[in-house]
């Protein structure tokens, strides 16, 4: 399964170097992908785990003040990049548009794409659906990796139910059978005992990915 760290803007230099040497100690199974902080990037030590990032630029590398492009992300081992996470849709305002030419990006550089979807509130079926409509105008679109973030579950402490994650999961398989699909929100080392099945190729943690003992815990209770 693919475990995707998603640390978000969090950790100072040495509270990062500290959690990154706790986190070279786990064992395990799957394919733990640590996203940090992009300044971070290049200190993570060397170890199984894979280097993603939290975004990456619509951009070509060059003149563009404050990017960082997949070029640049590709020279630092990257293999994974989130696009279109709900924050960066809320707070940074980005659409369709910018979120399809990230997807270019970083399939033209061979990083793959973990792409968030998910409804606010409310039905997902329309929400979902027309969030990955761009895949439509996506070169190699089944290298995309979607990861199933209903918003309302992010950092909130709830969850769907294992049936209504199933039941999403299914409906995206069923349109796009090809991509690899996995969850998102408030995953913690307690609820994944009743969050398995066997449609989800994996999670995307956030606030748990912040935790090294914590994390060890999750992924005891997920084997
Ligand atoms: P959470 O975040 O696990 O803290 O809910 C998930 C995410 O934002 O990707």
Redesign the pocket.
Known sequence: MLI?L?N?CNFTLNQFKQYSQELTTIKTQHELVLCPTNIYLSITPKSEIVLGAQDISMYHEGSKTGEVAAKQLKSMNVEYV?VG???RRLYLNENDKQITEKLRRSLEQDIIPIL?VGETIGDYQQVVSKQLEILKNIEHFENVII?Y?PVW?????KTPTIKQINEVISFIKKIYPQNKVIY?????EFNISNLKSNLIDGY??????LNSERLKAFLENLE
């Not at 579950?153 to 402490?157: L, N």
């Open positions: 995707i998603n978000k989130i996470h709900s924050e968030c990861a973030e579950a992010i950092g909130s402490g998102g929100g408030s995953i913690n995307l943690l956030g606030g748990l990915s």
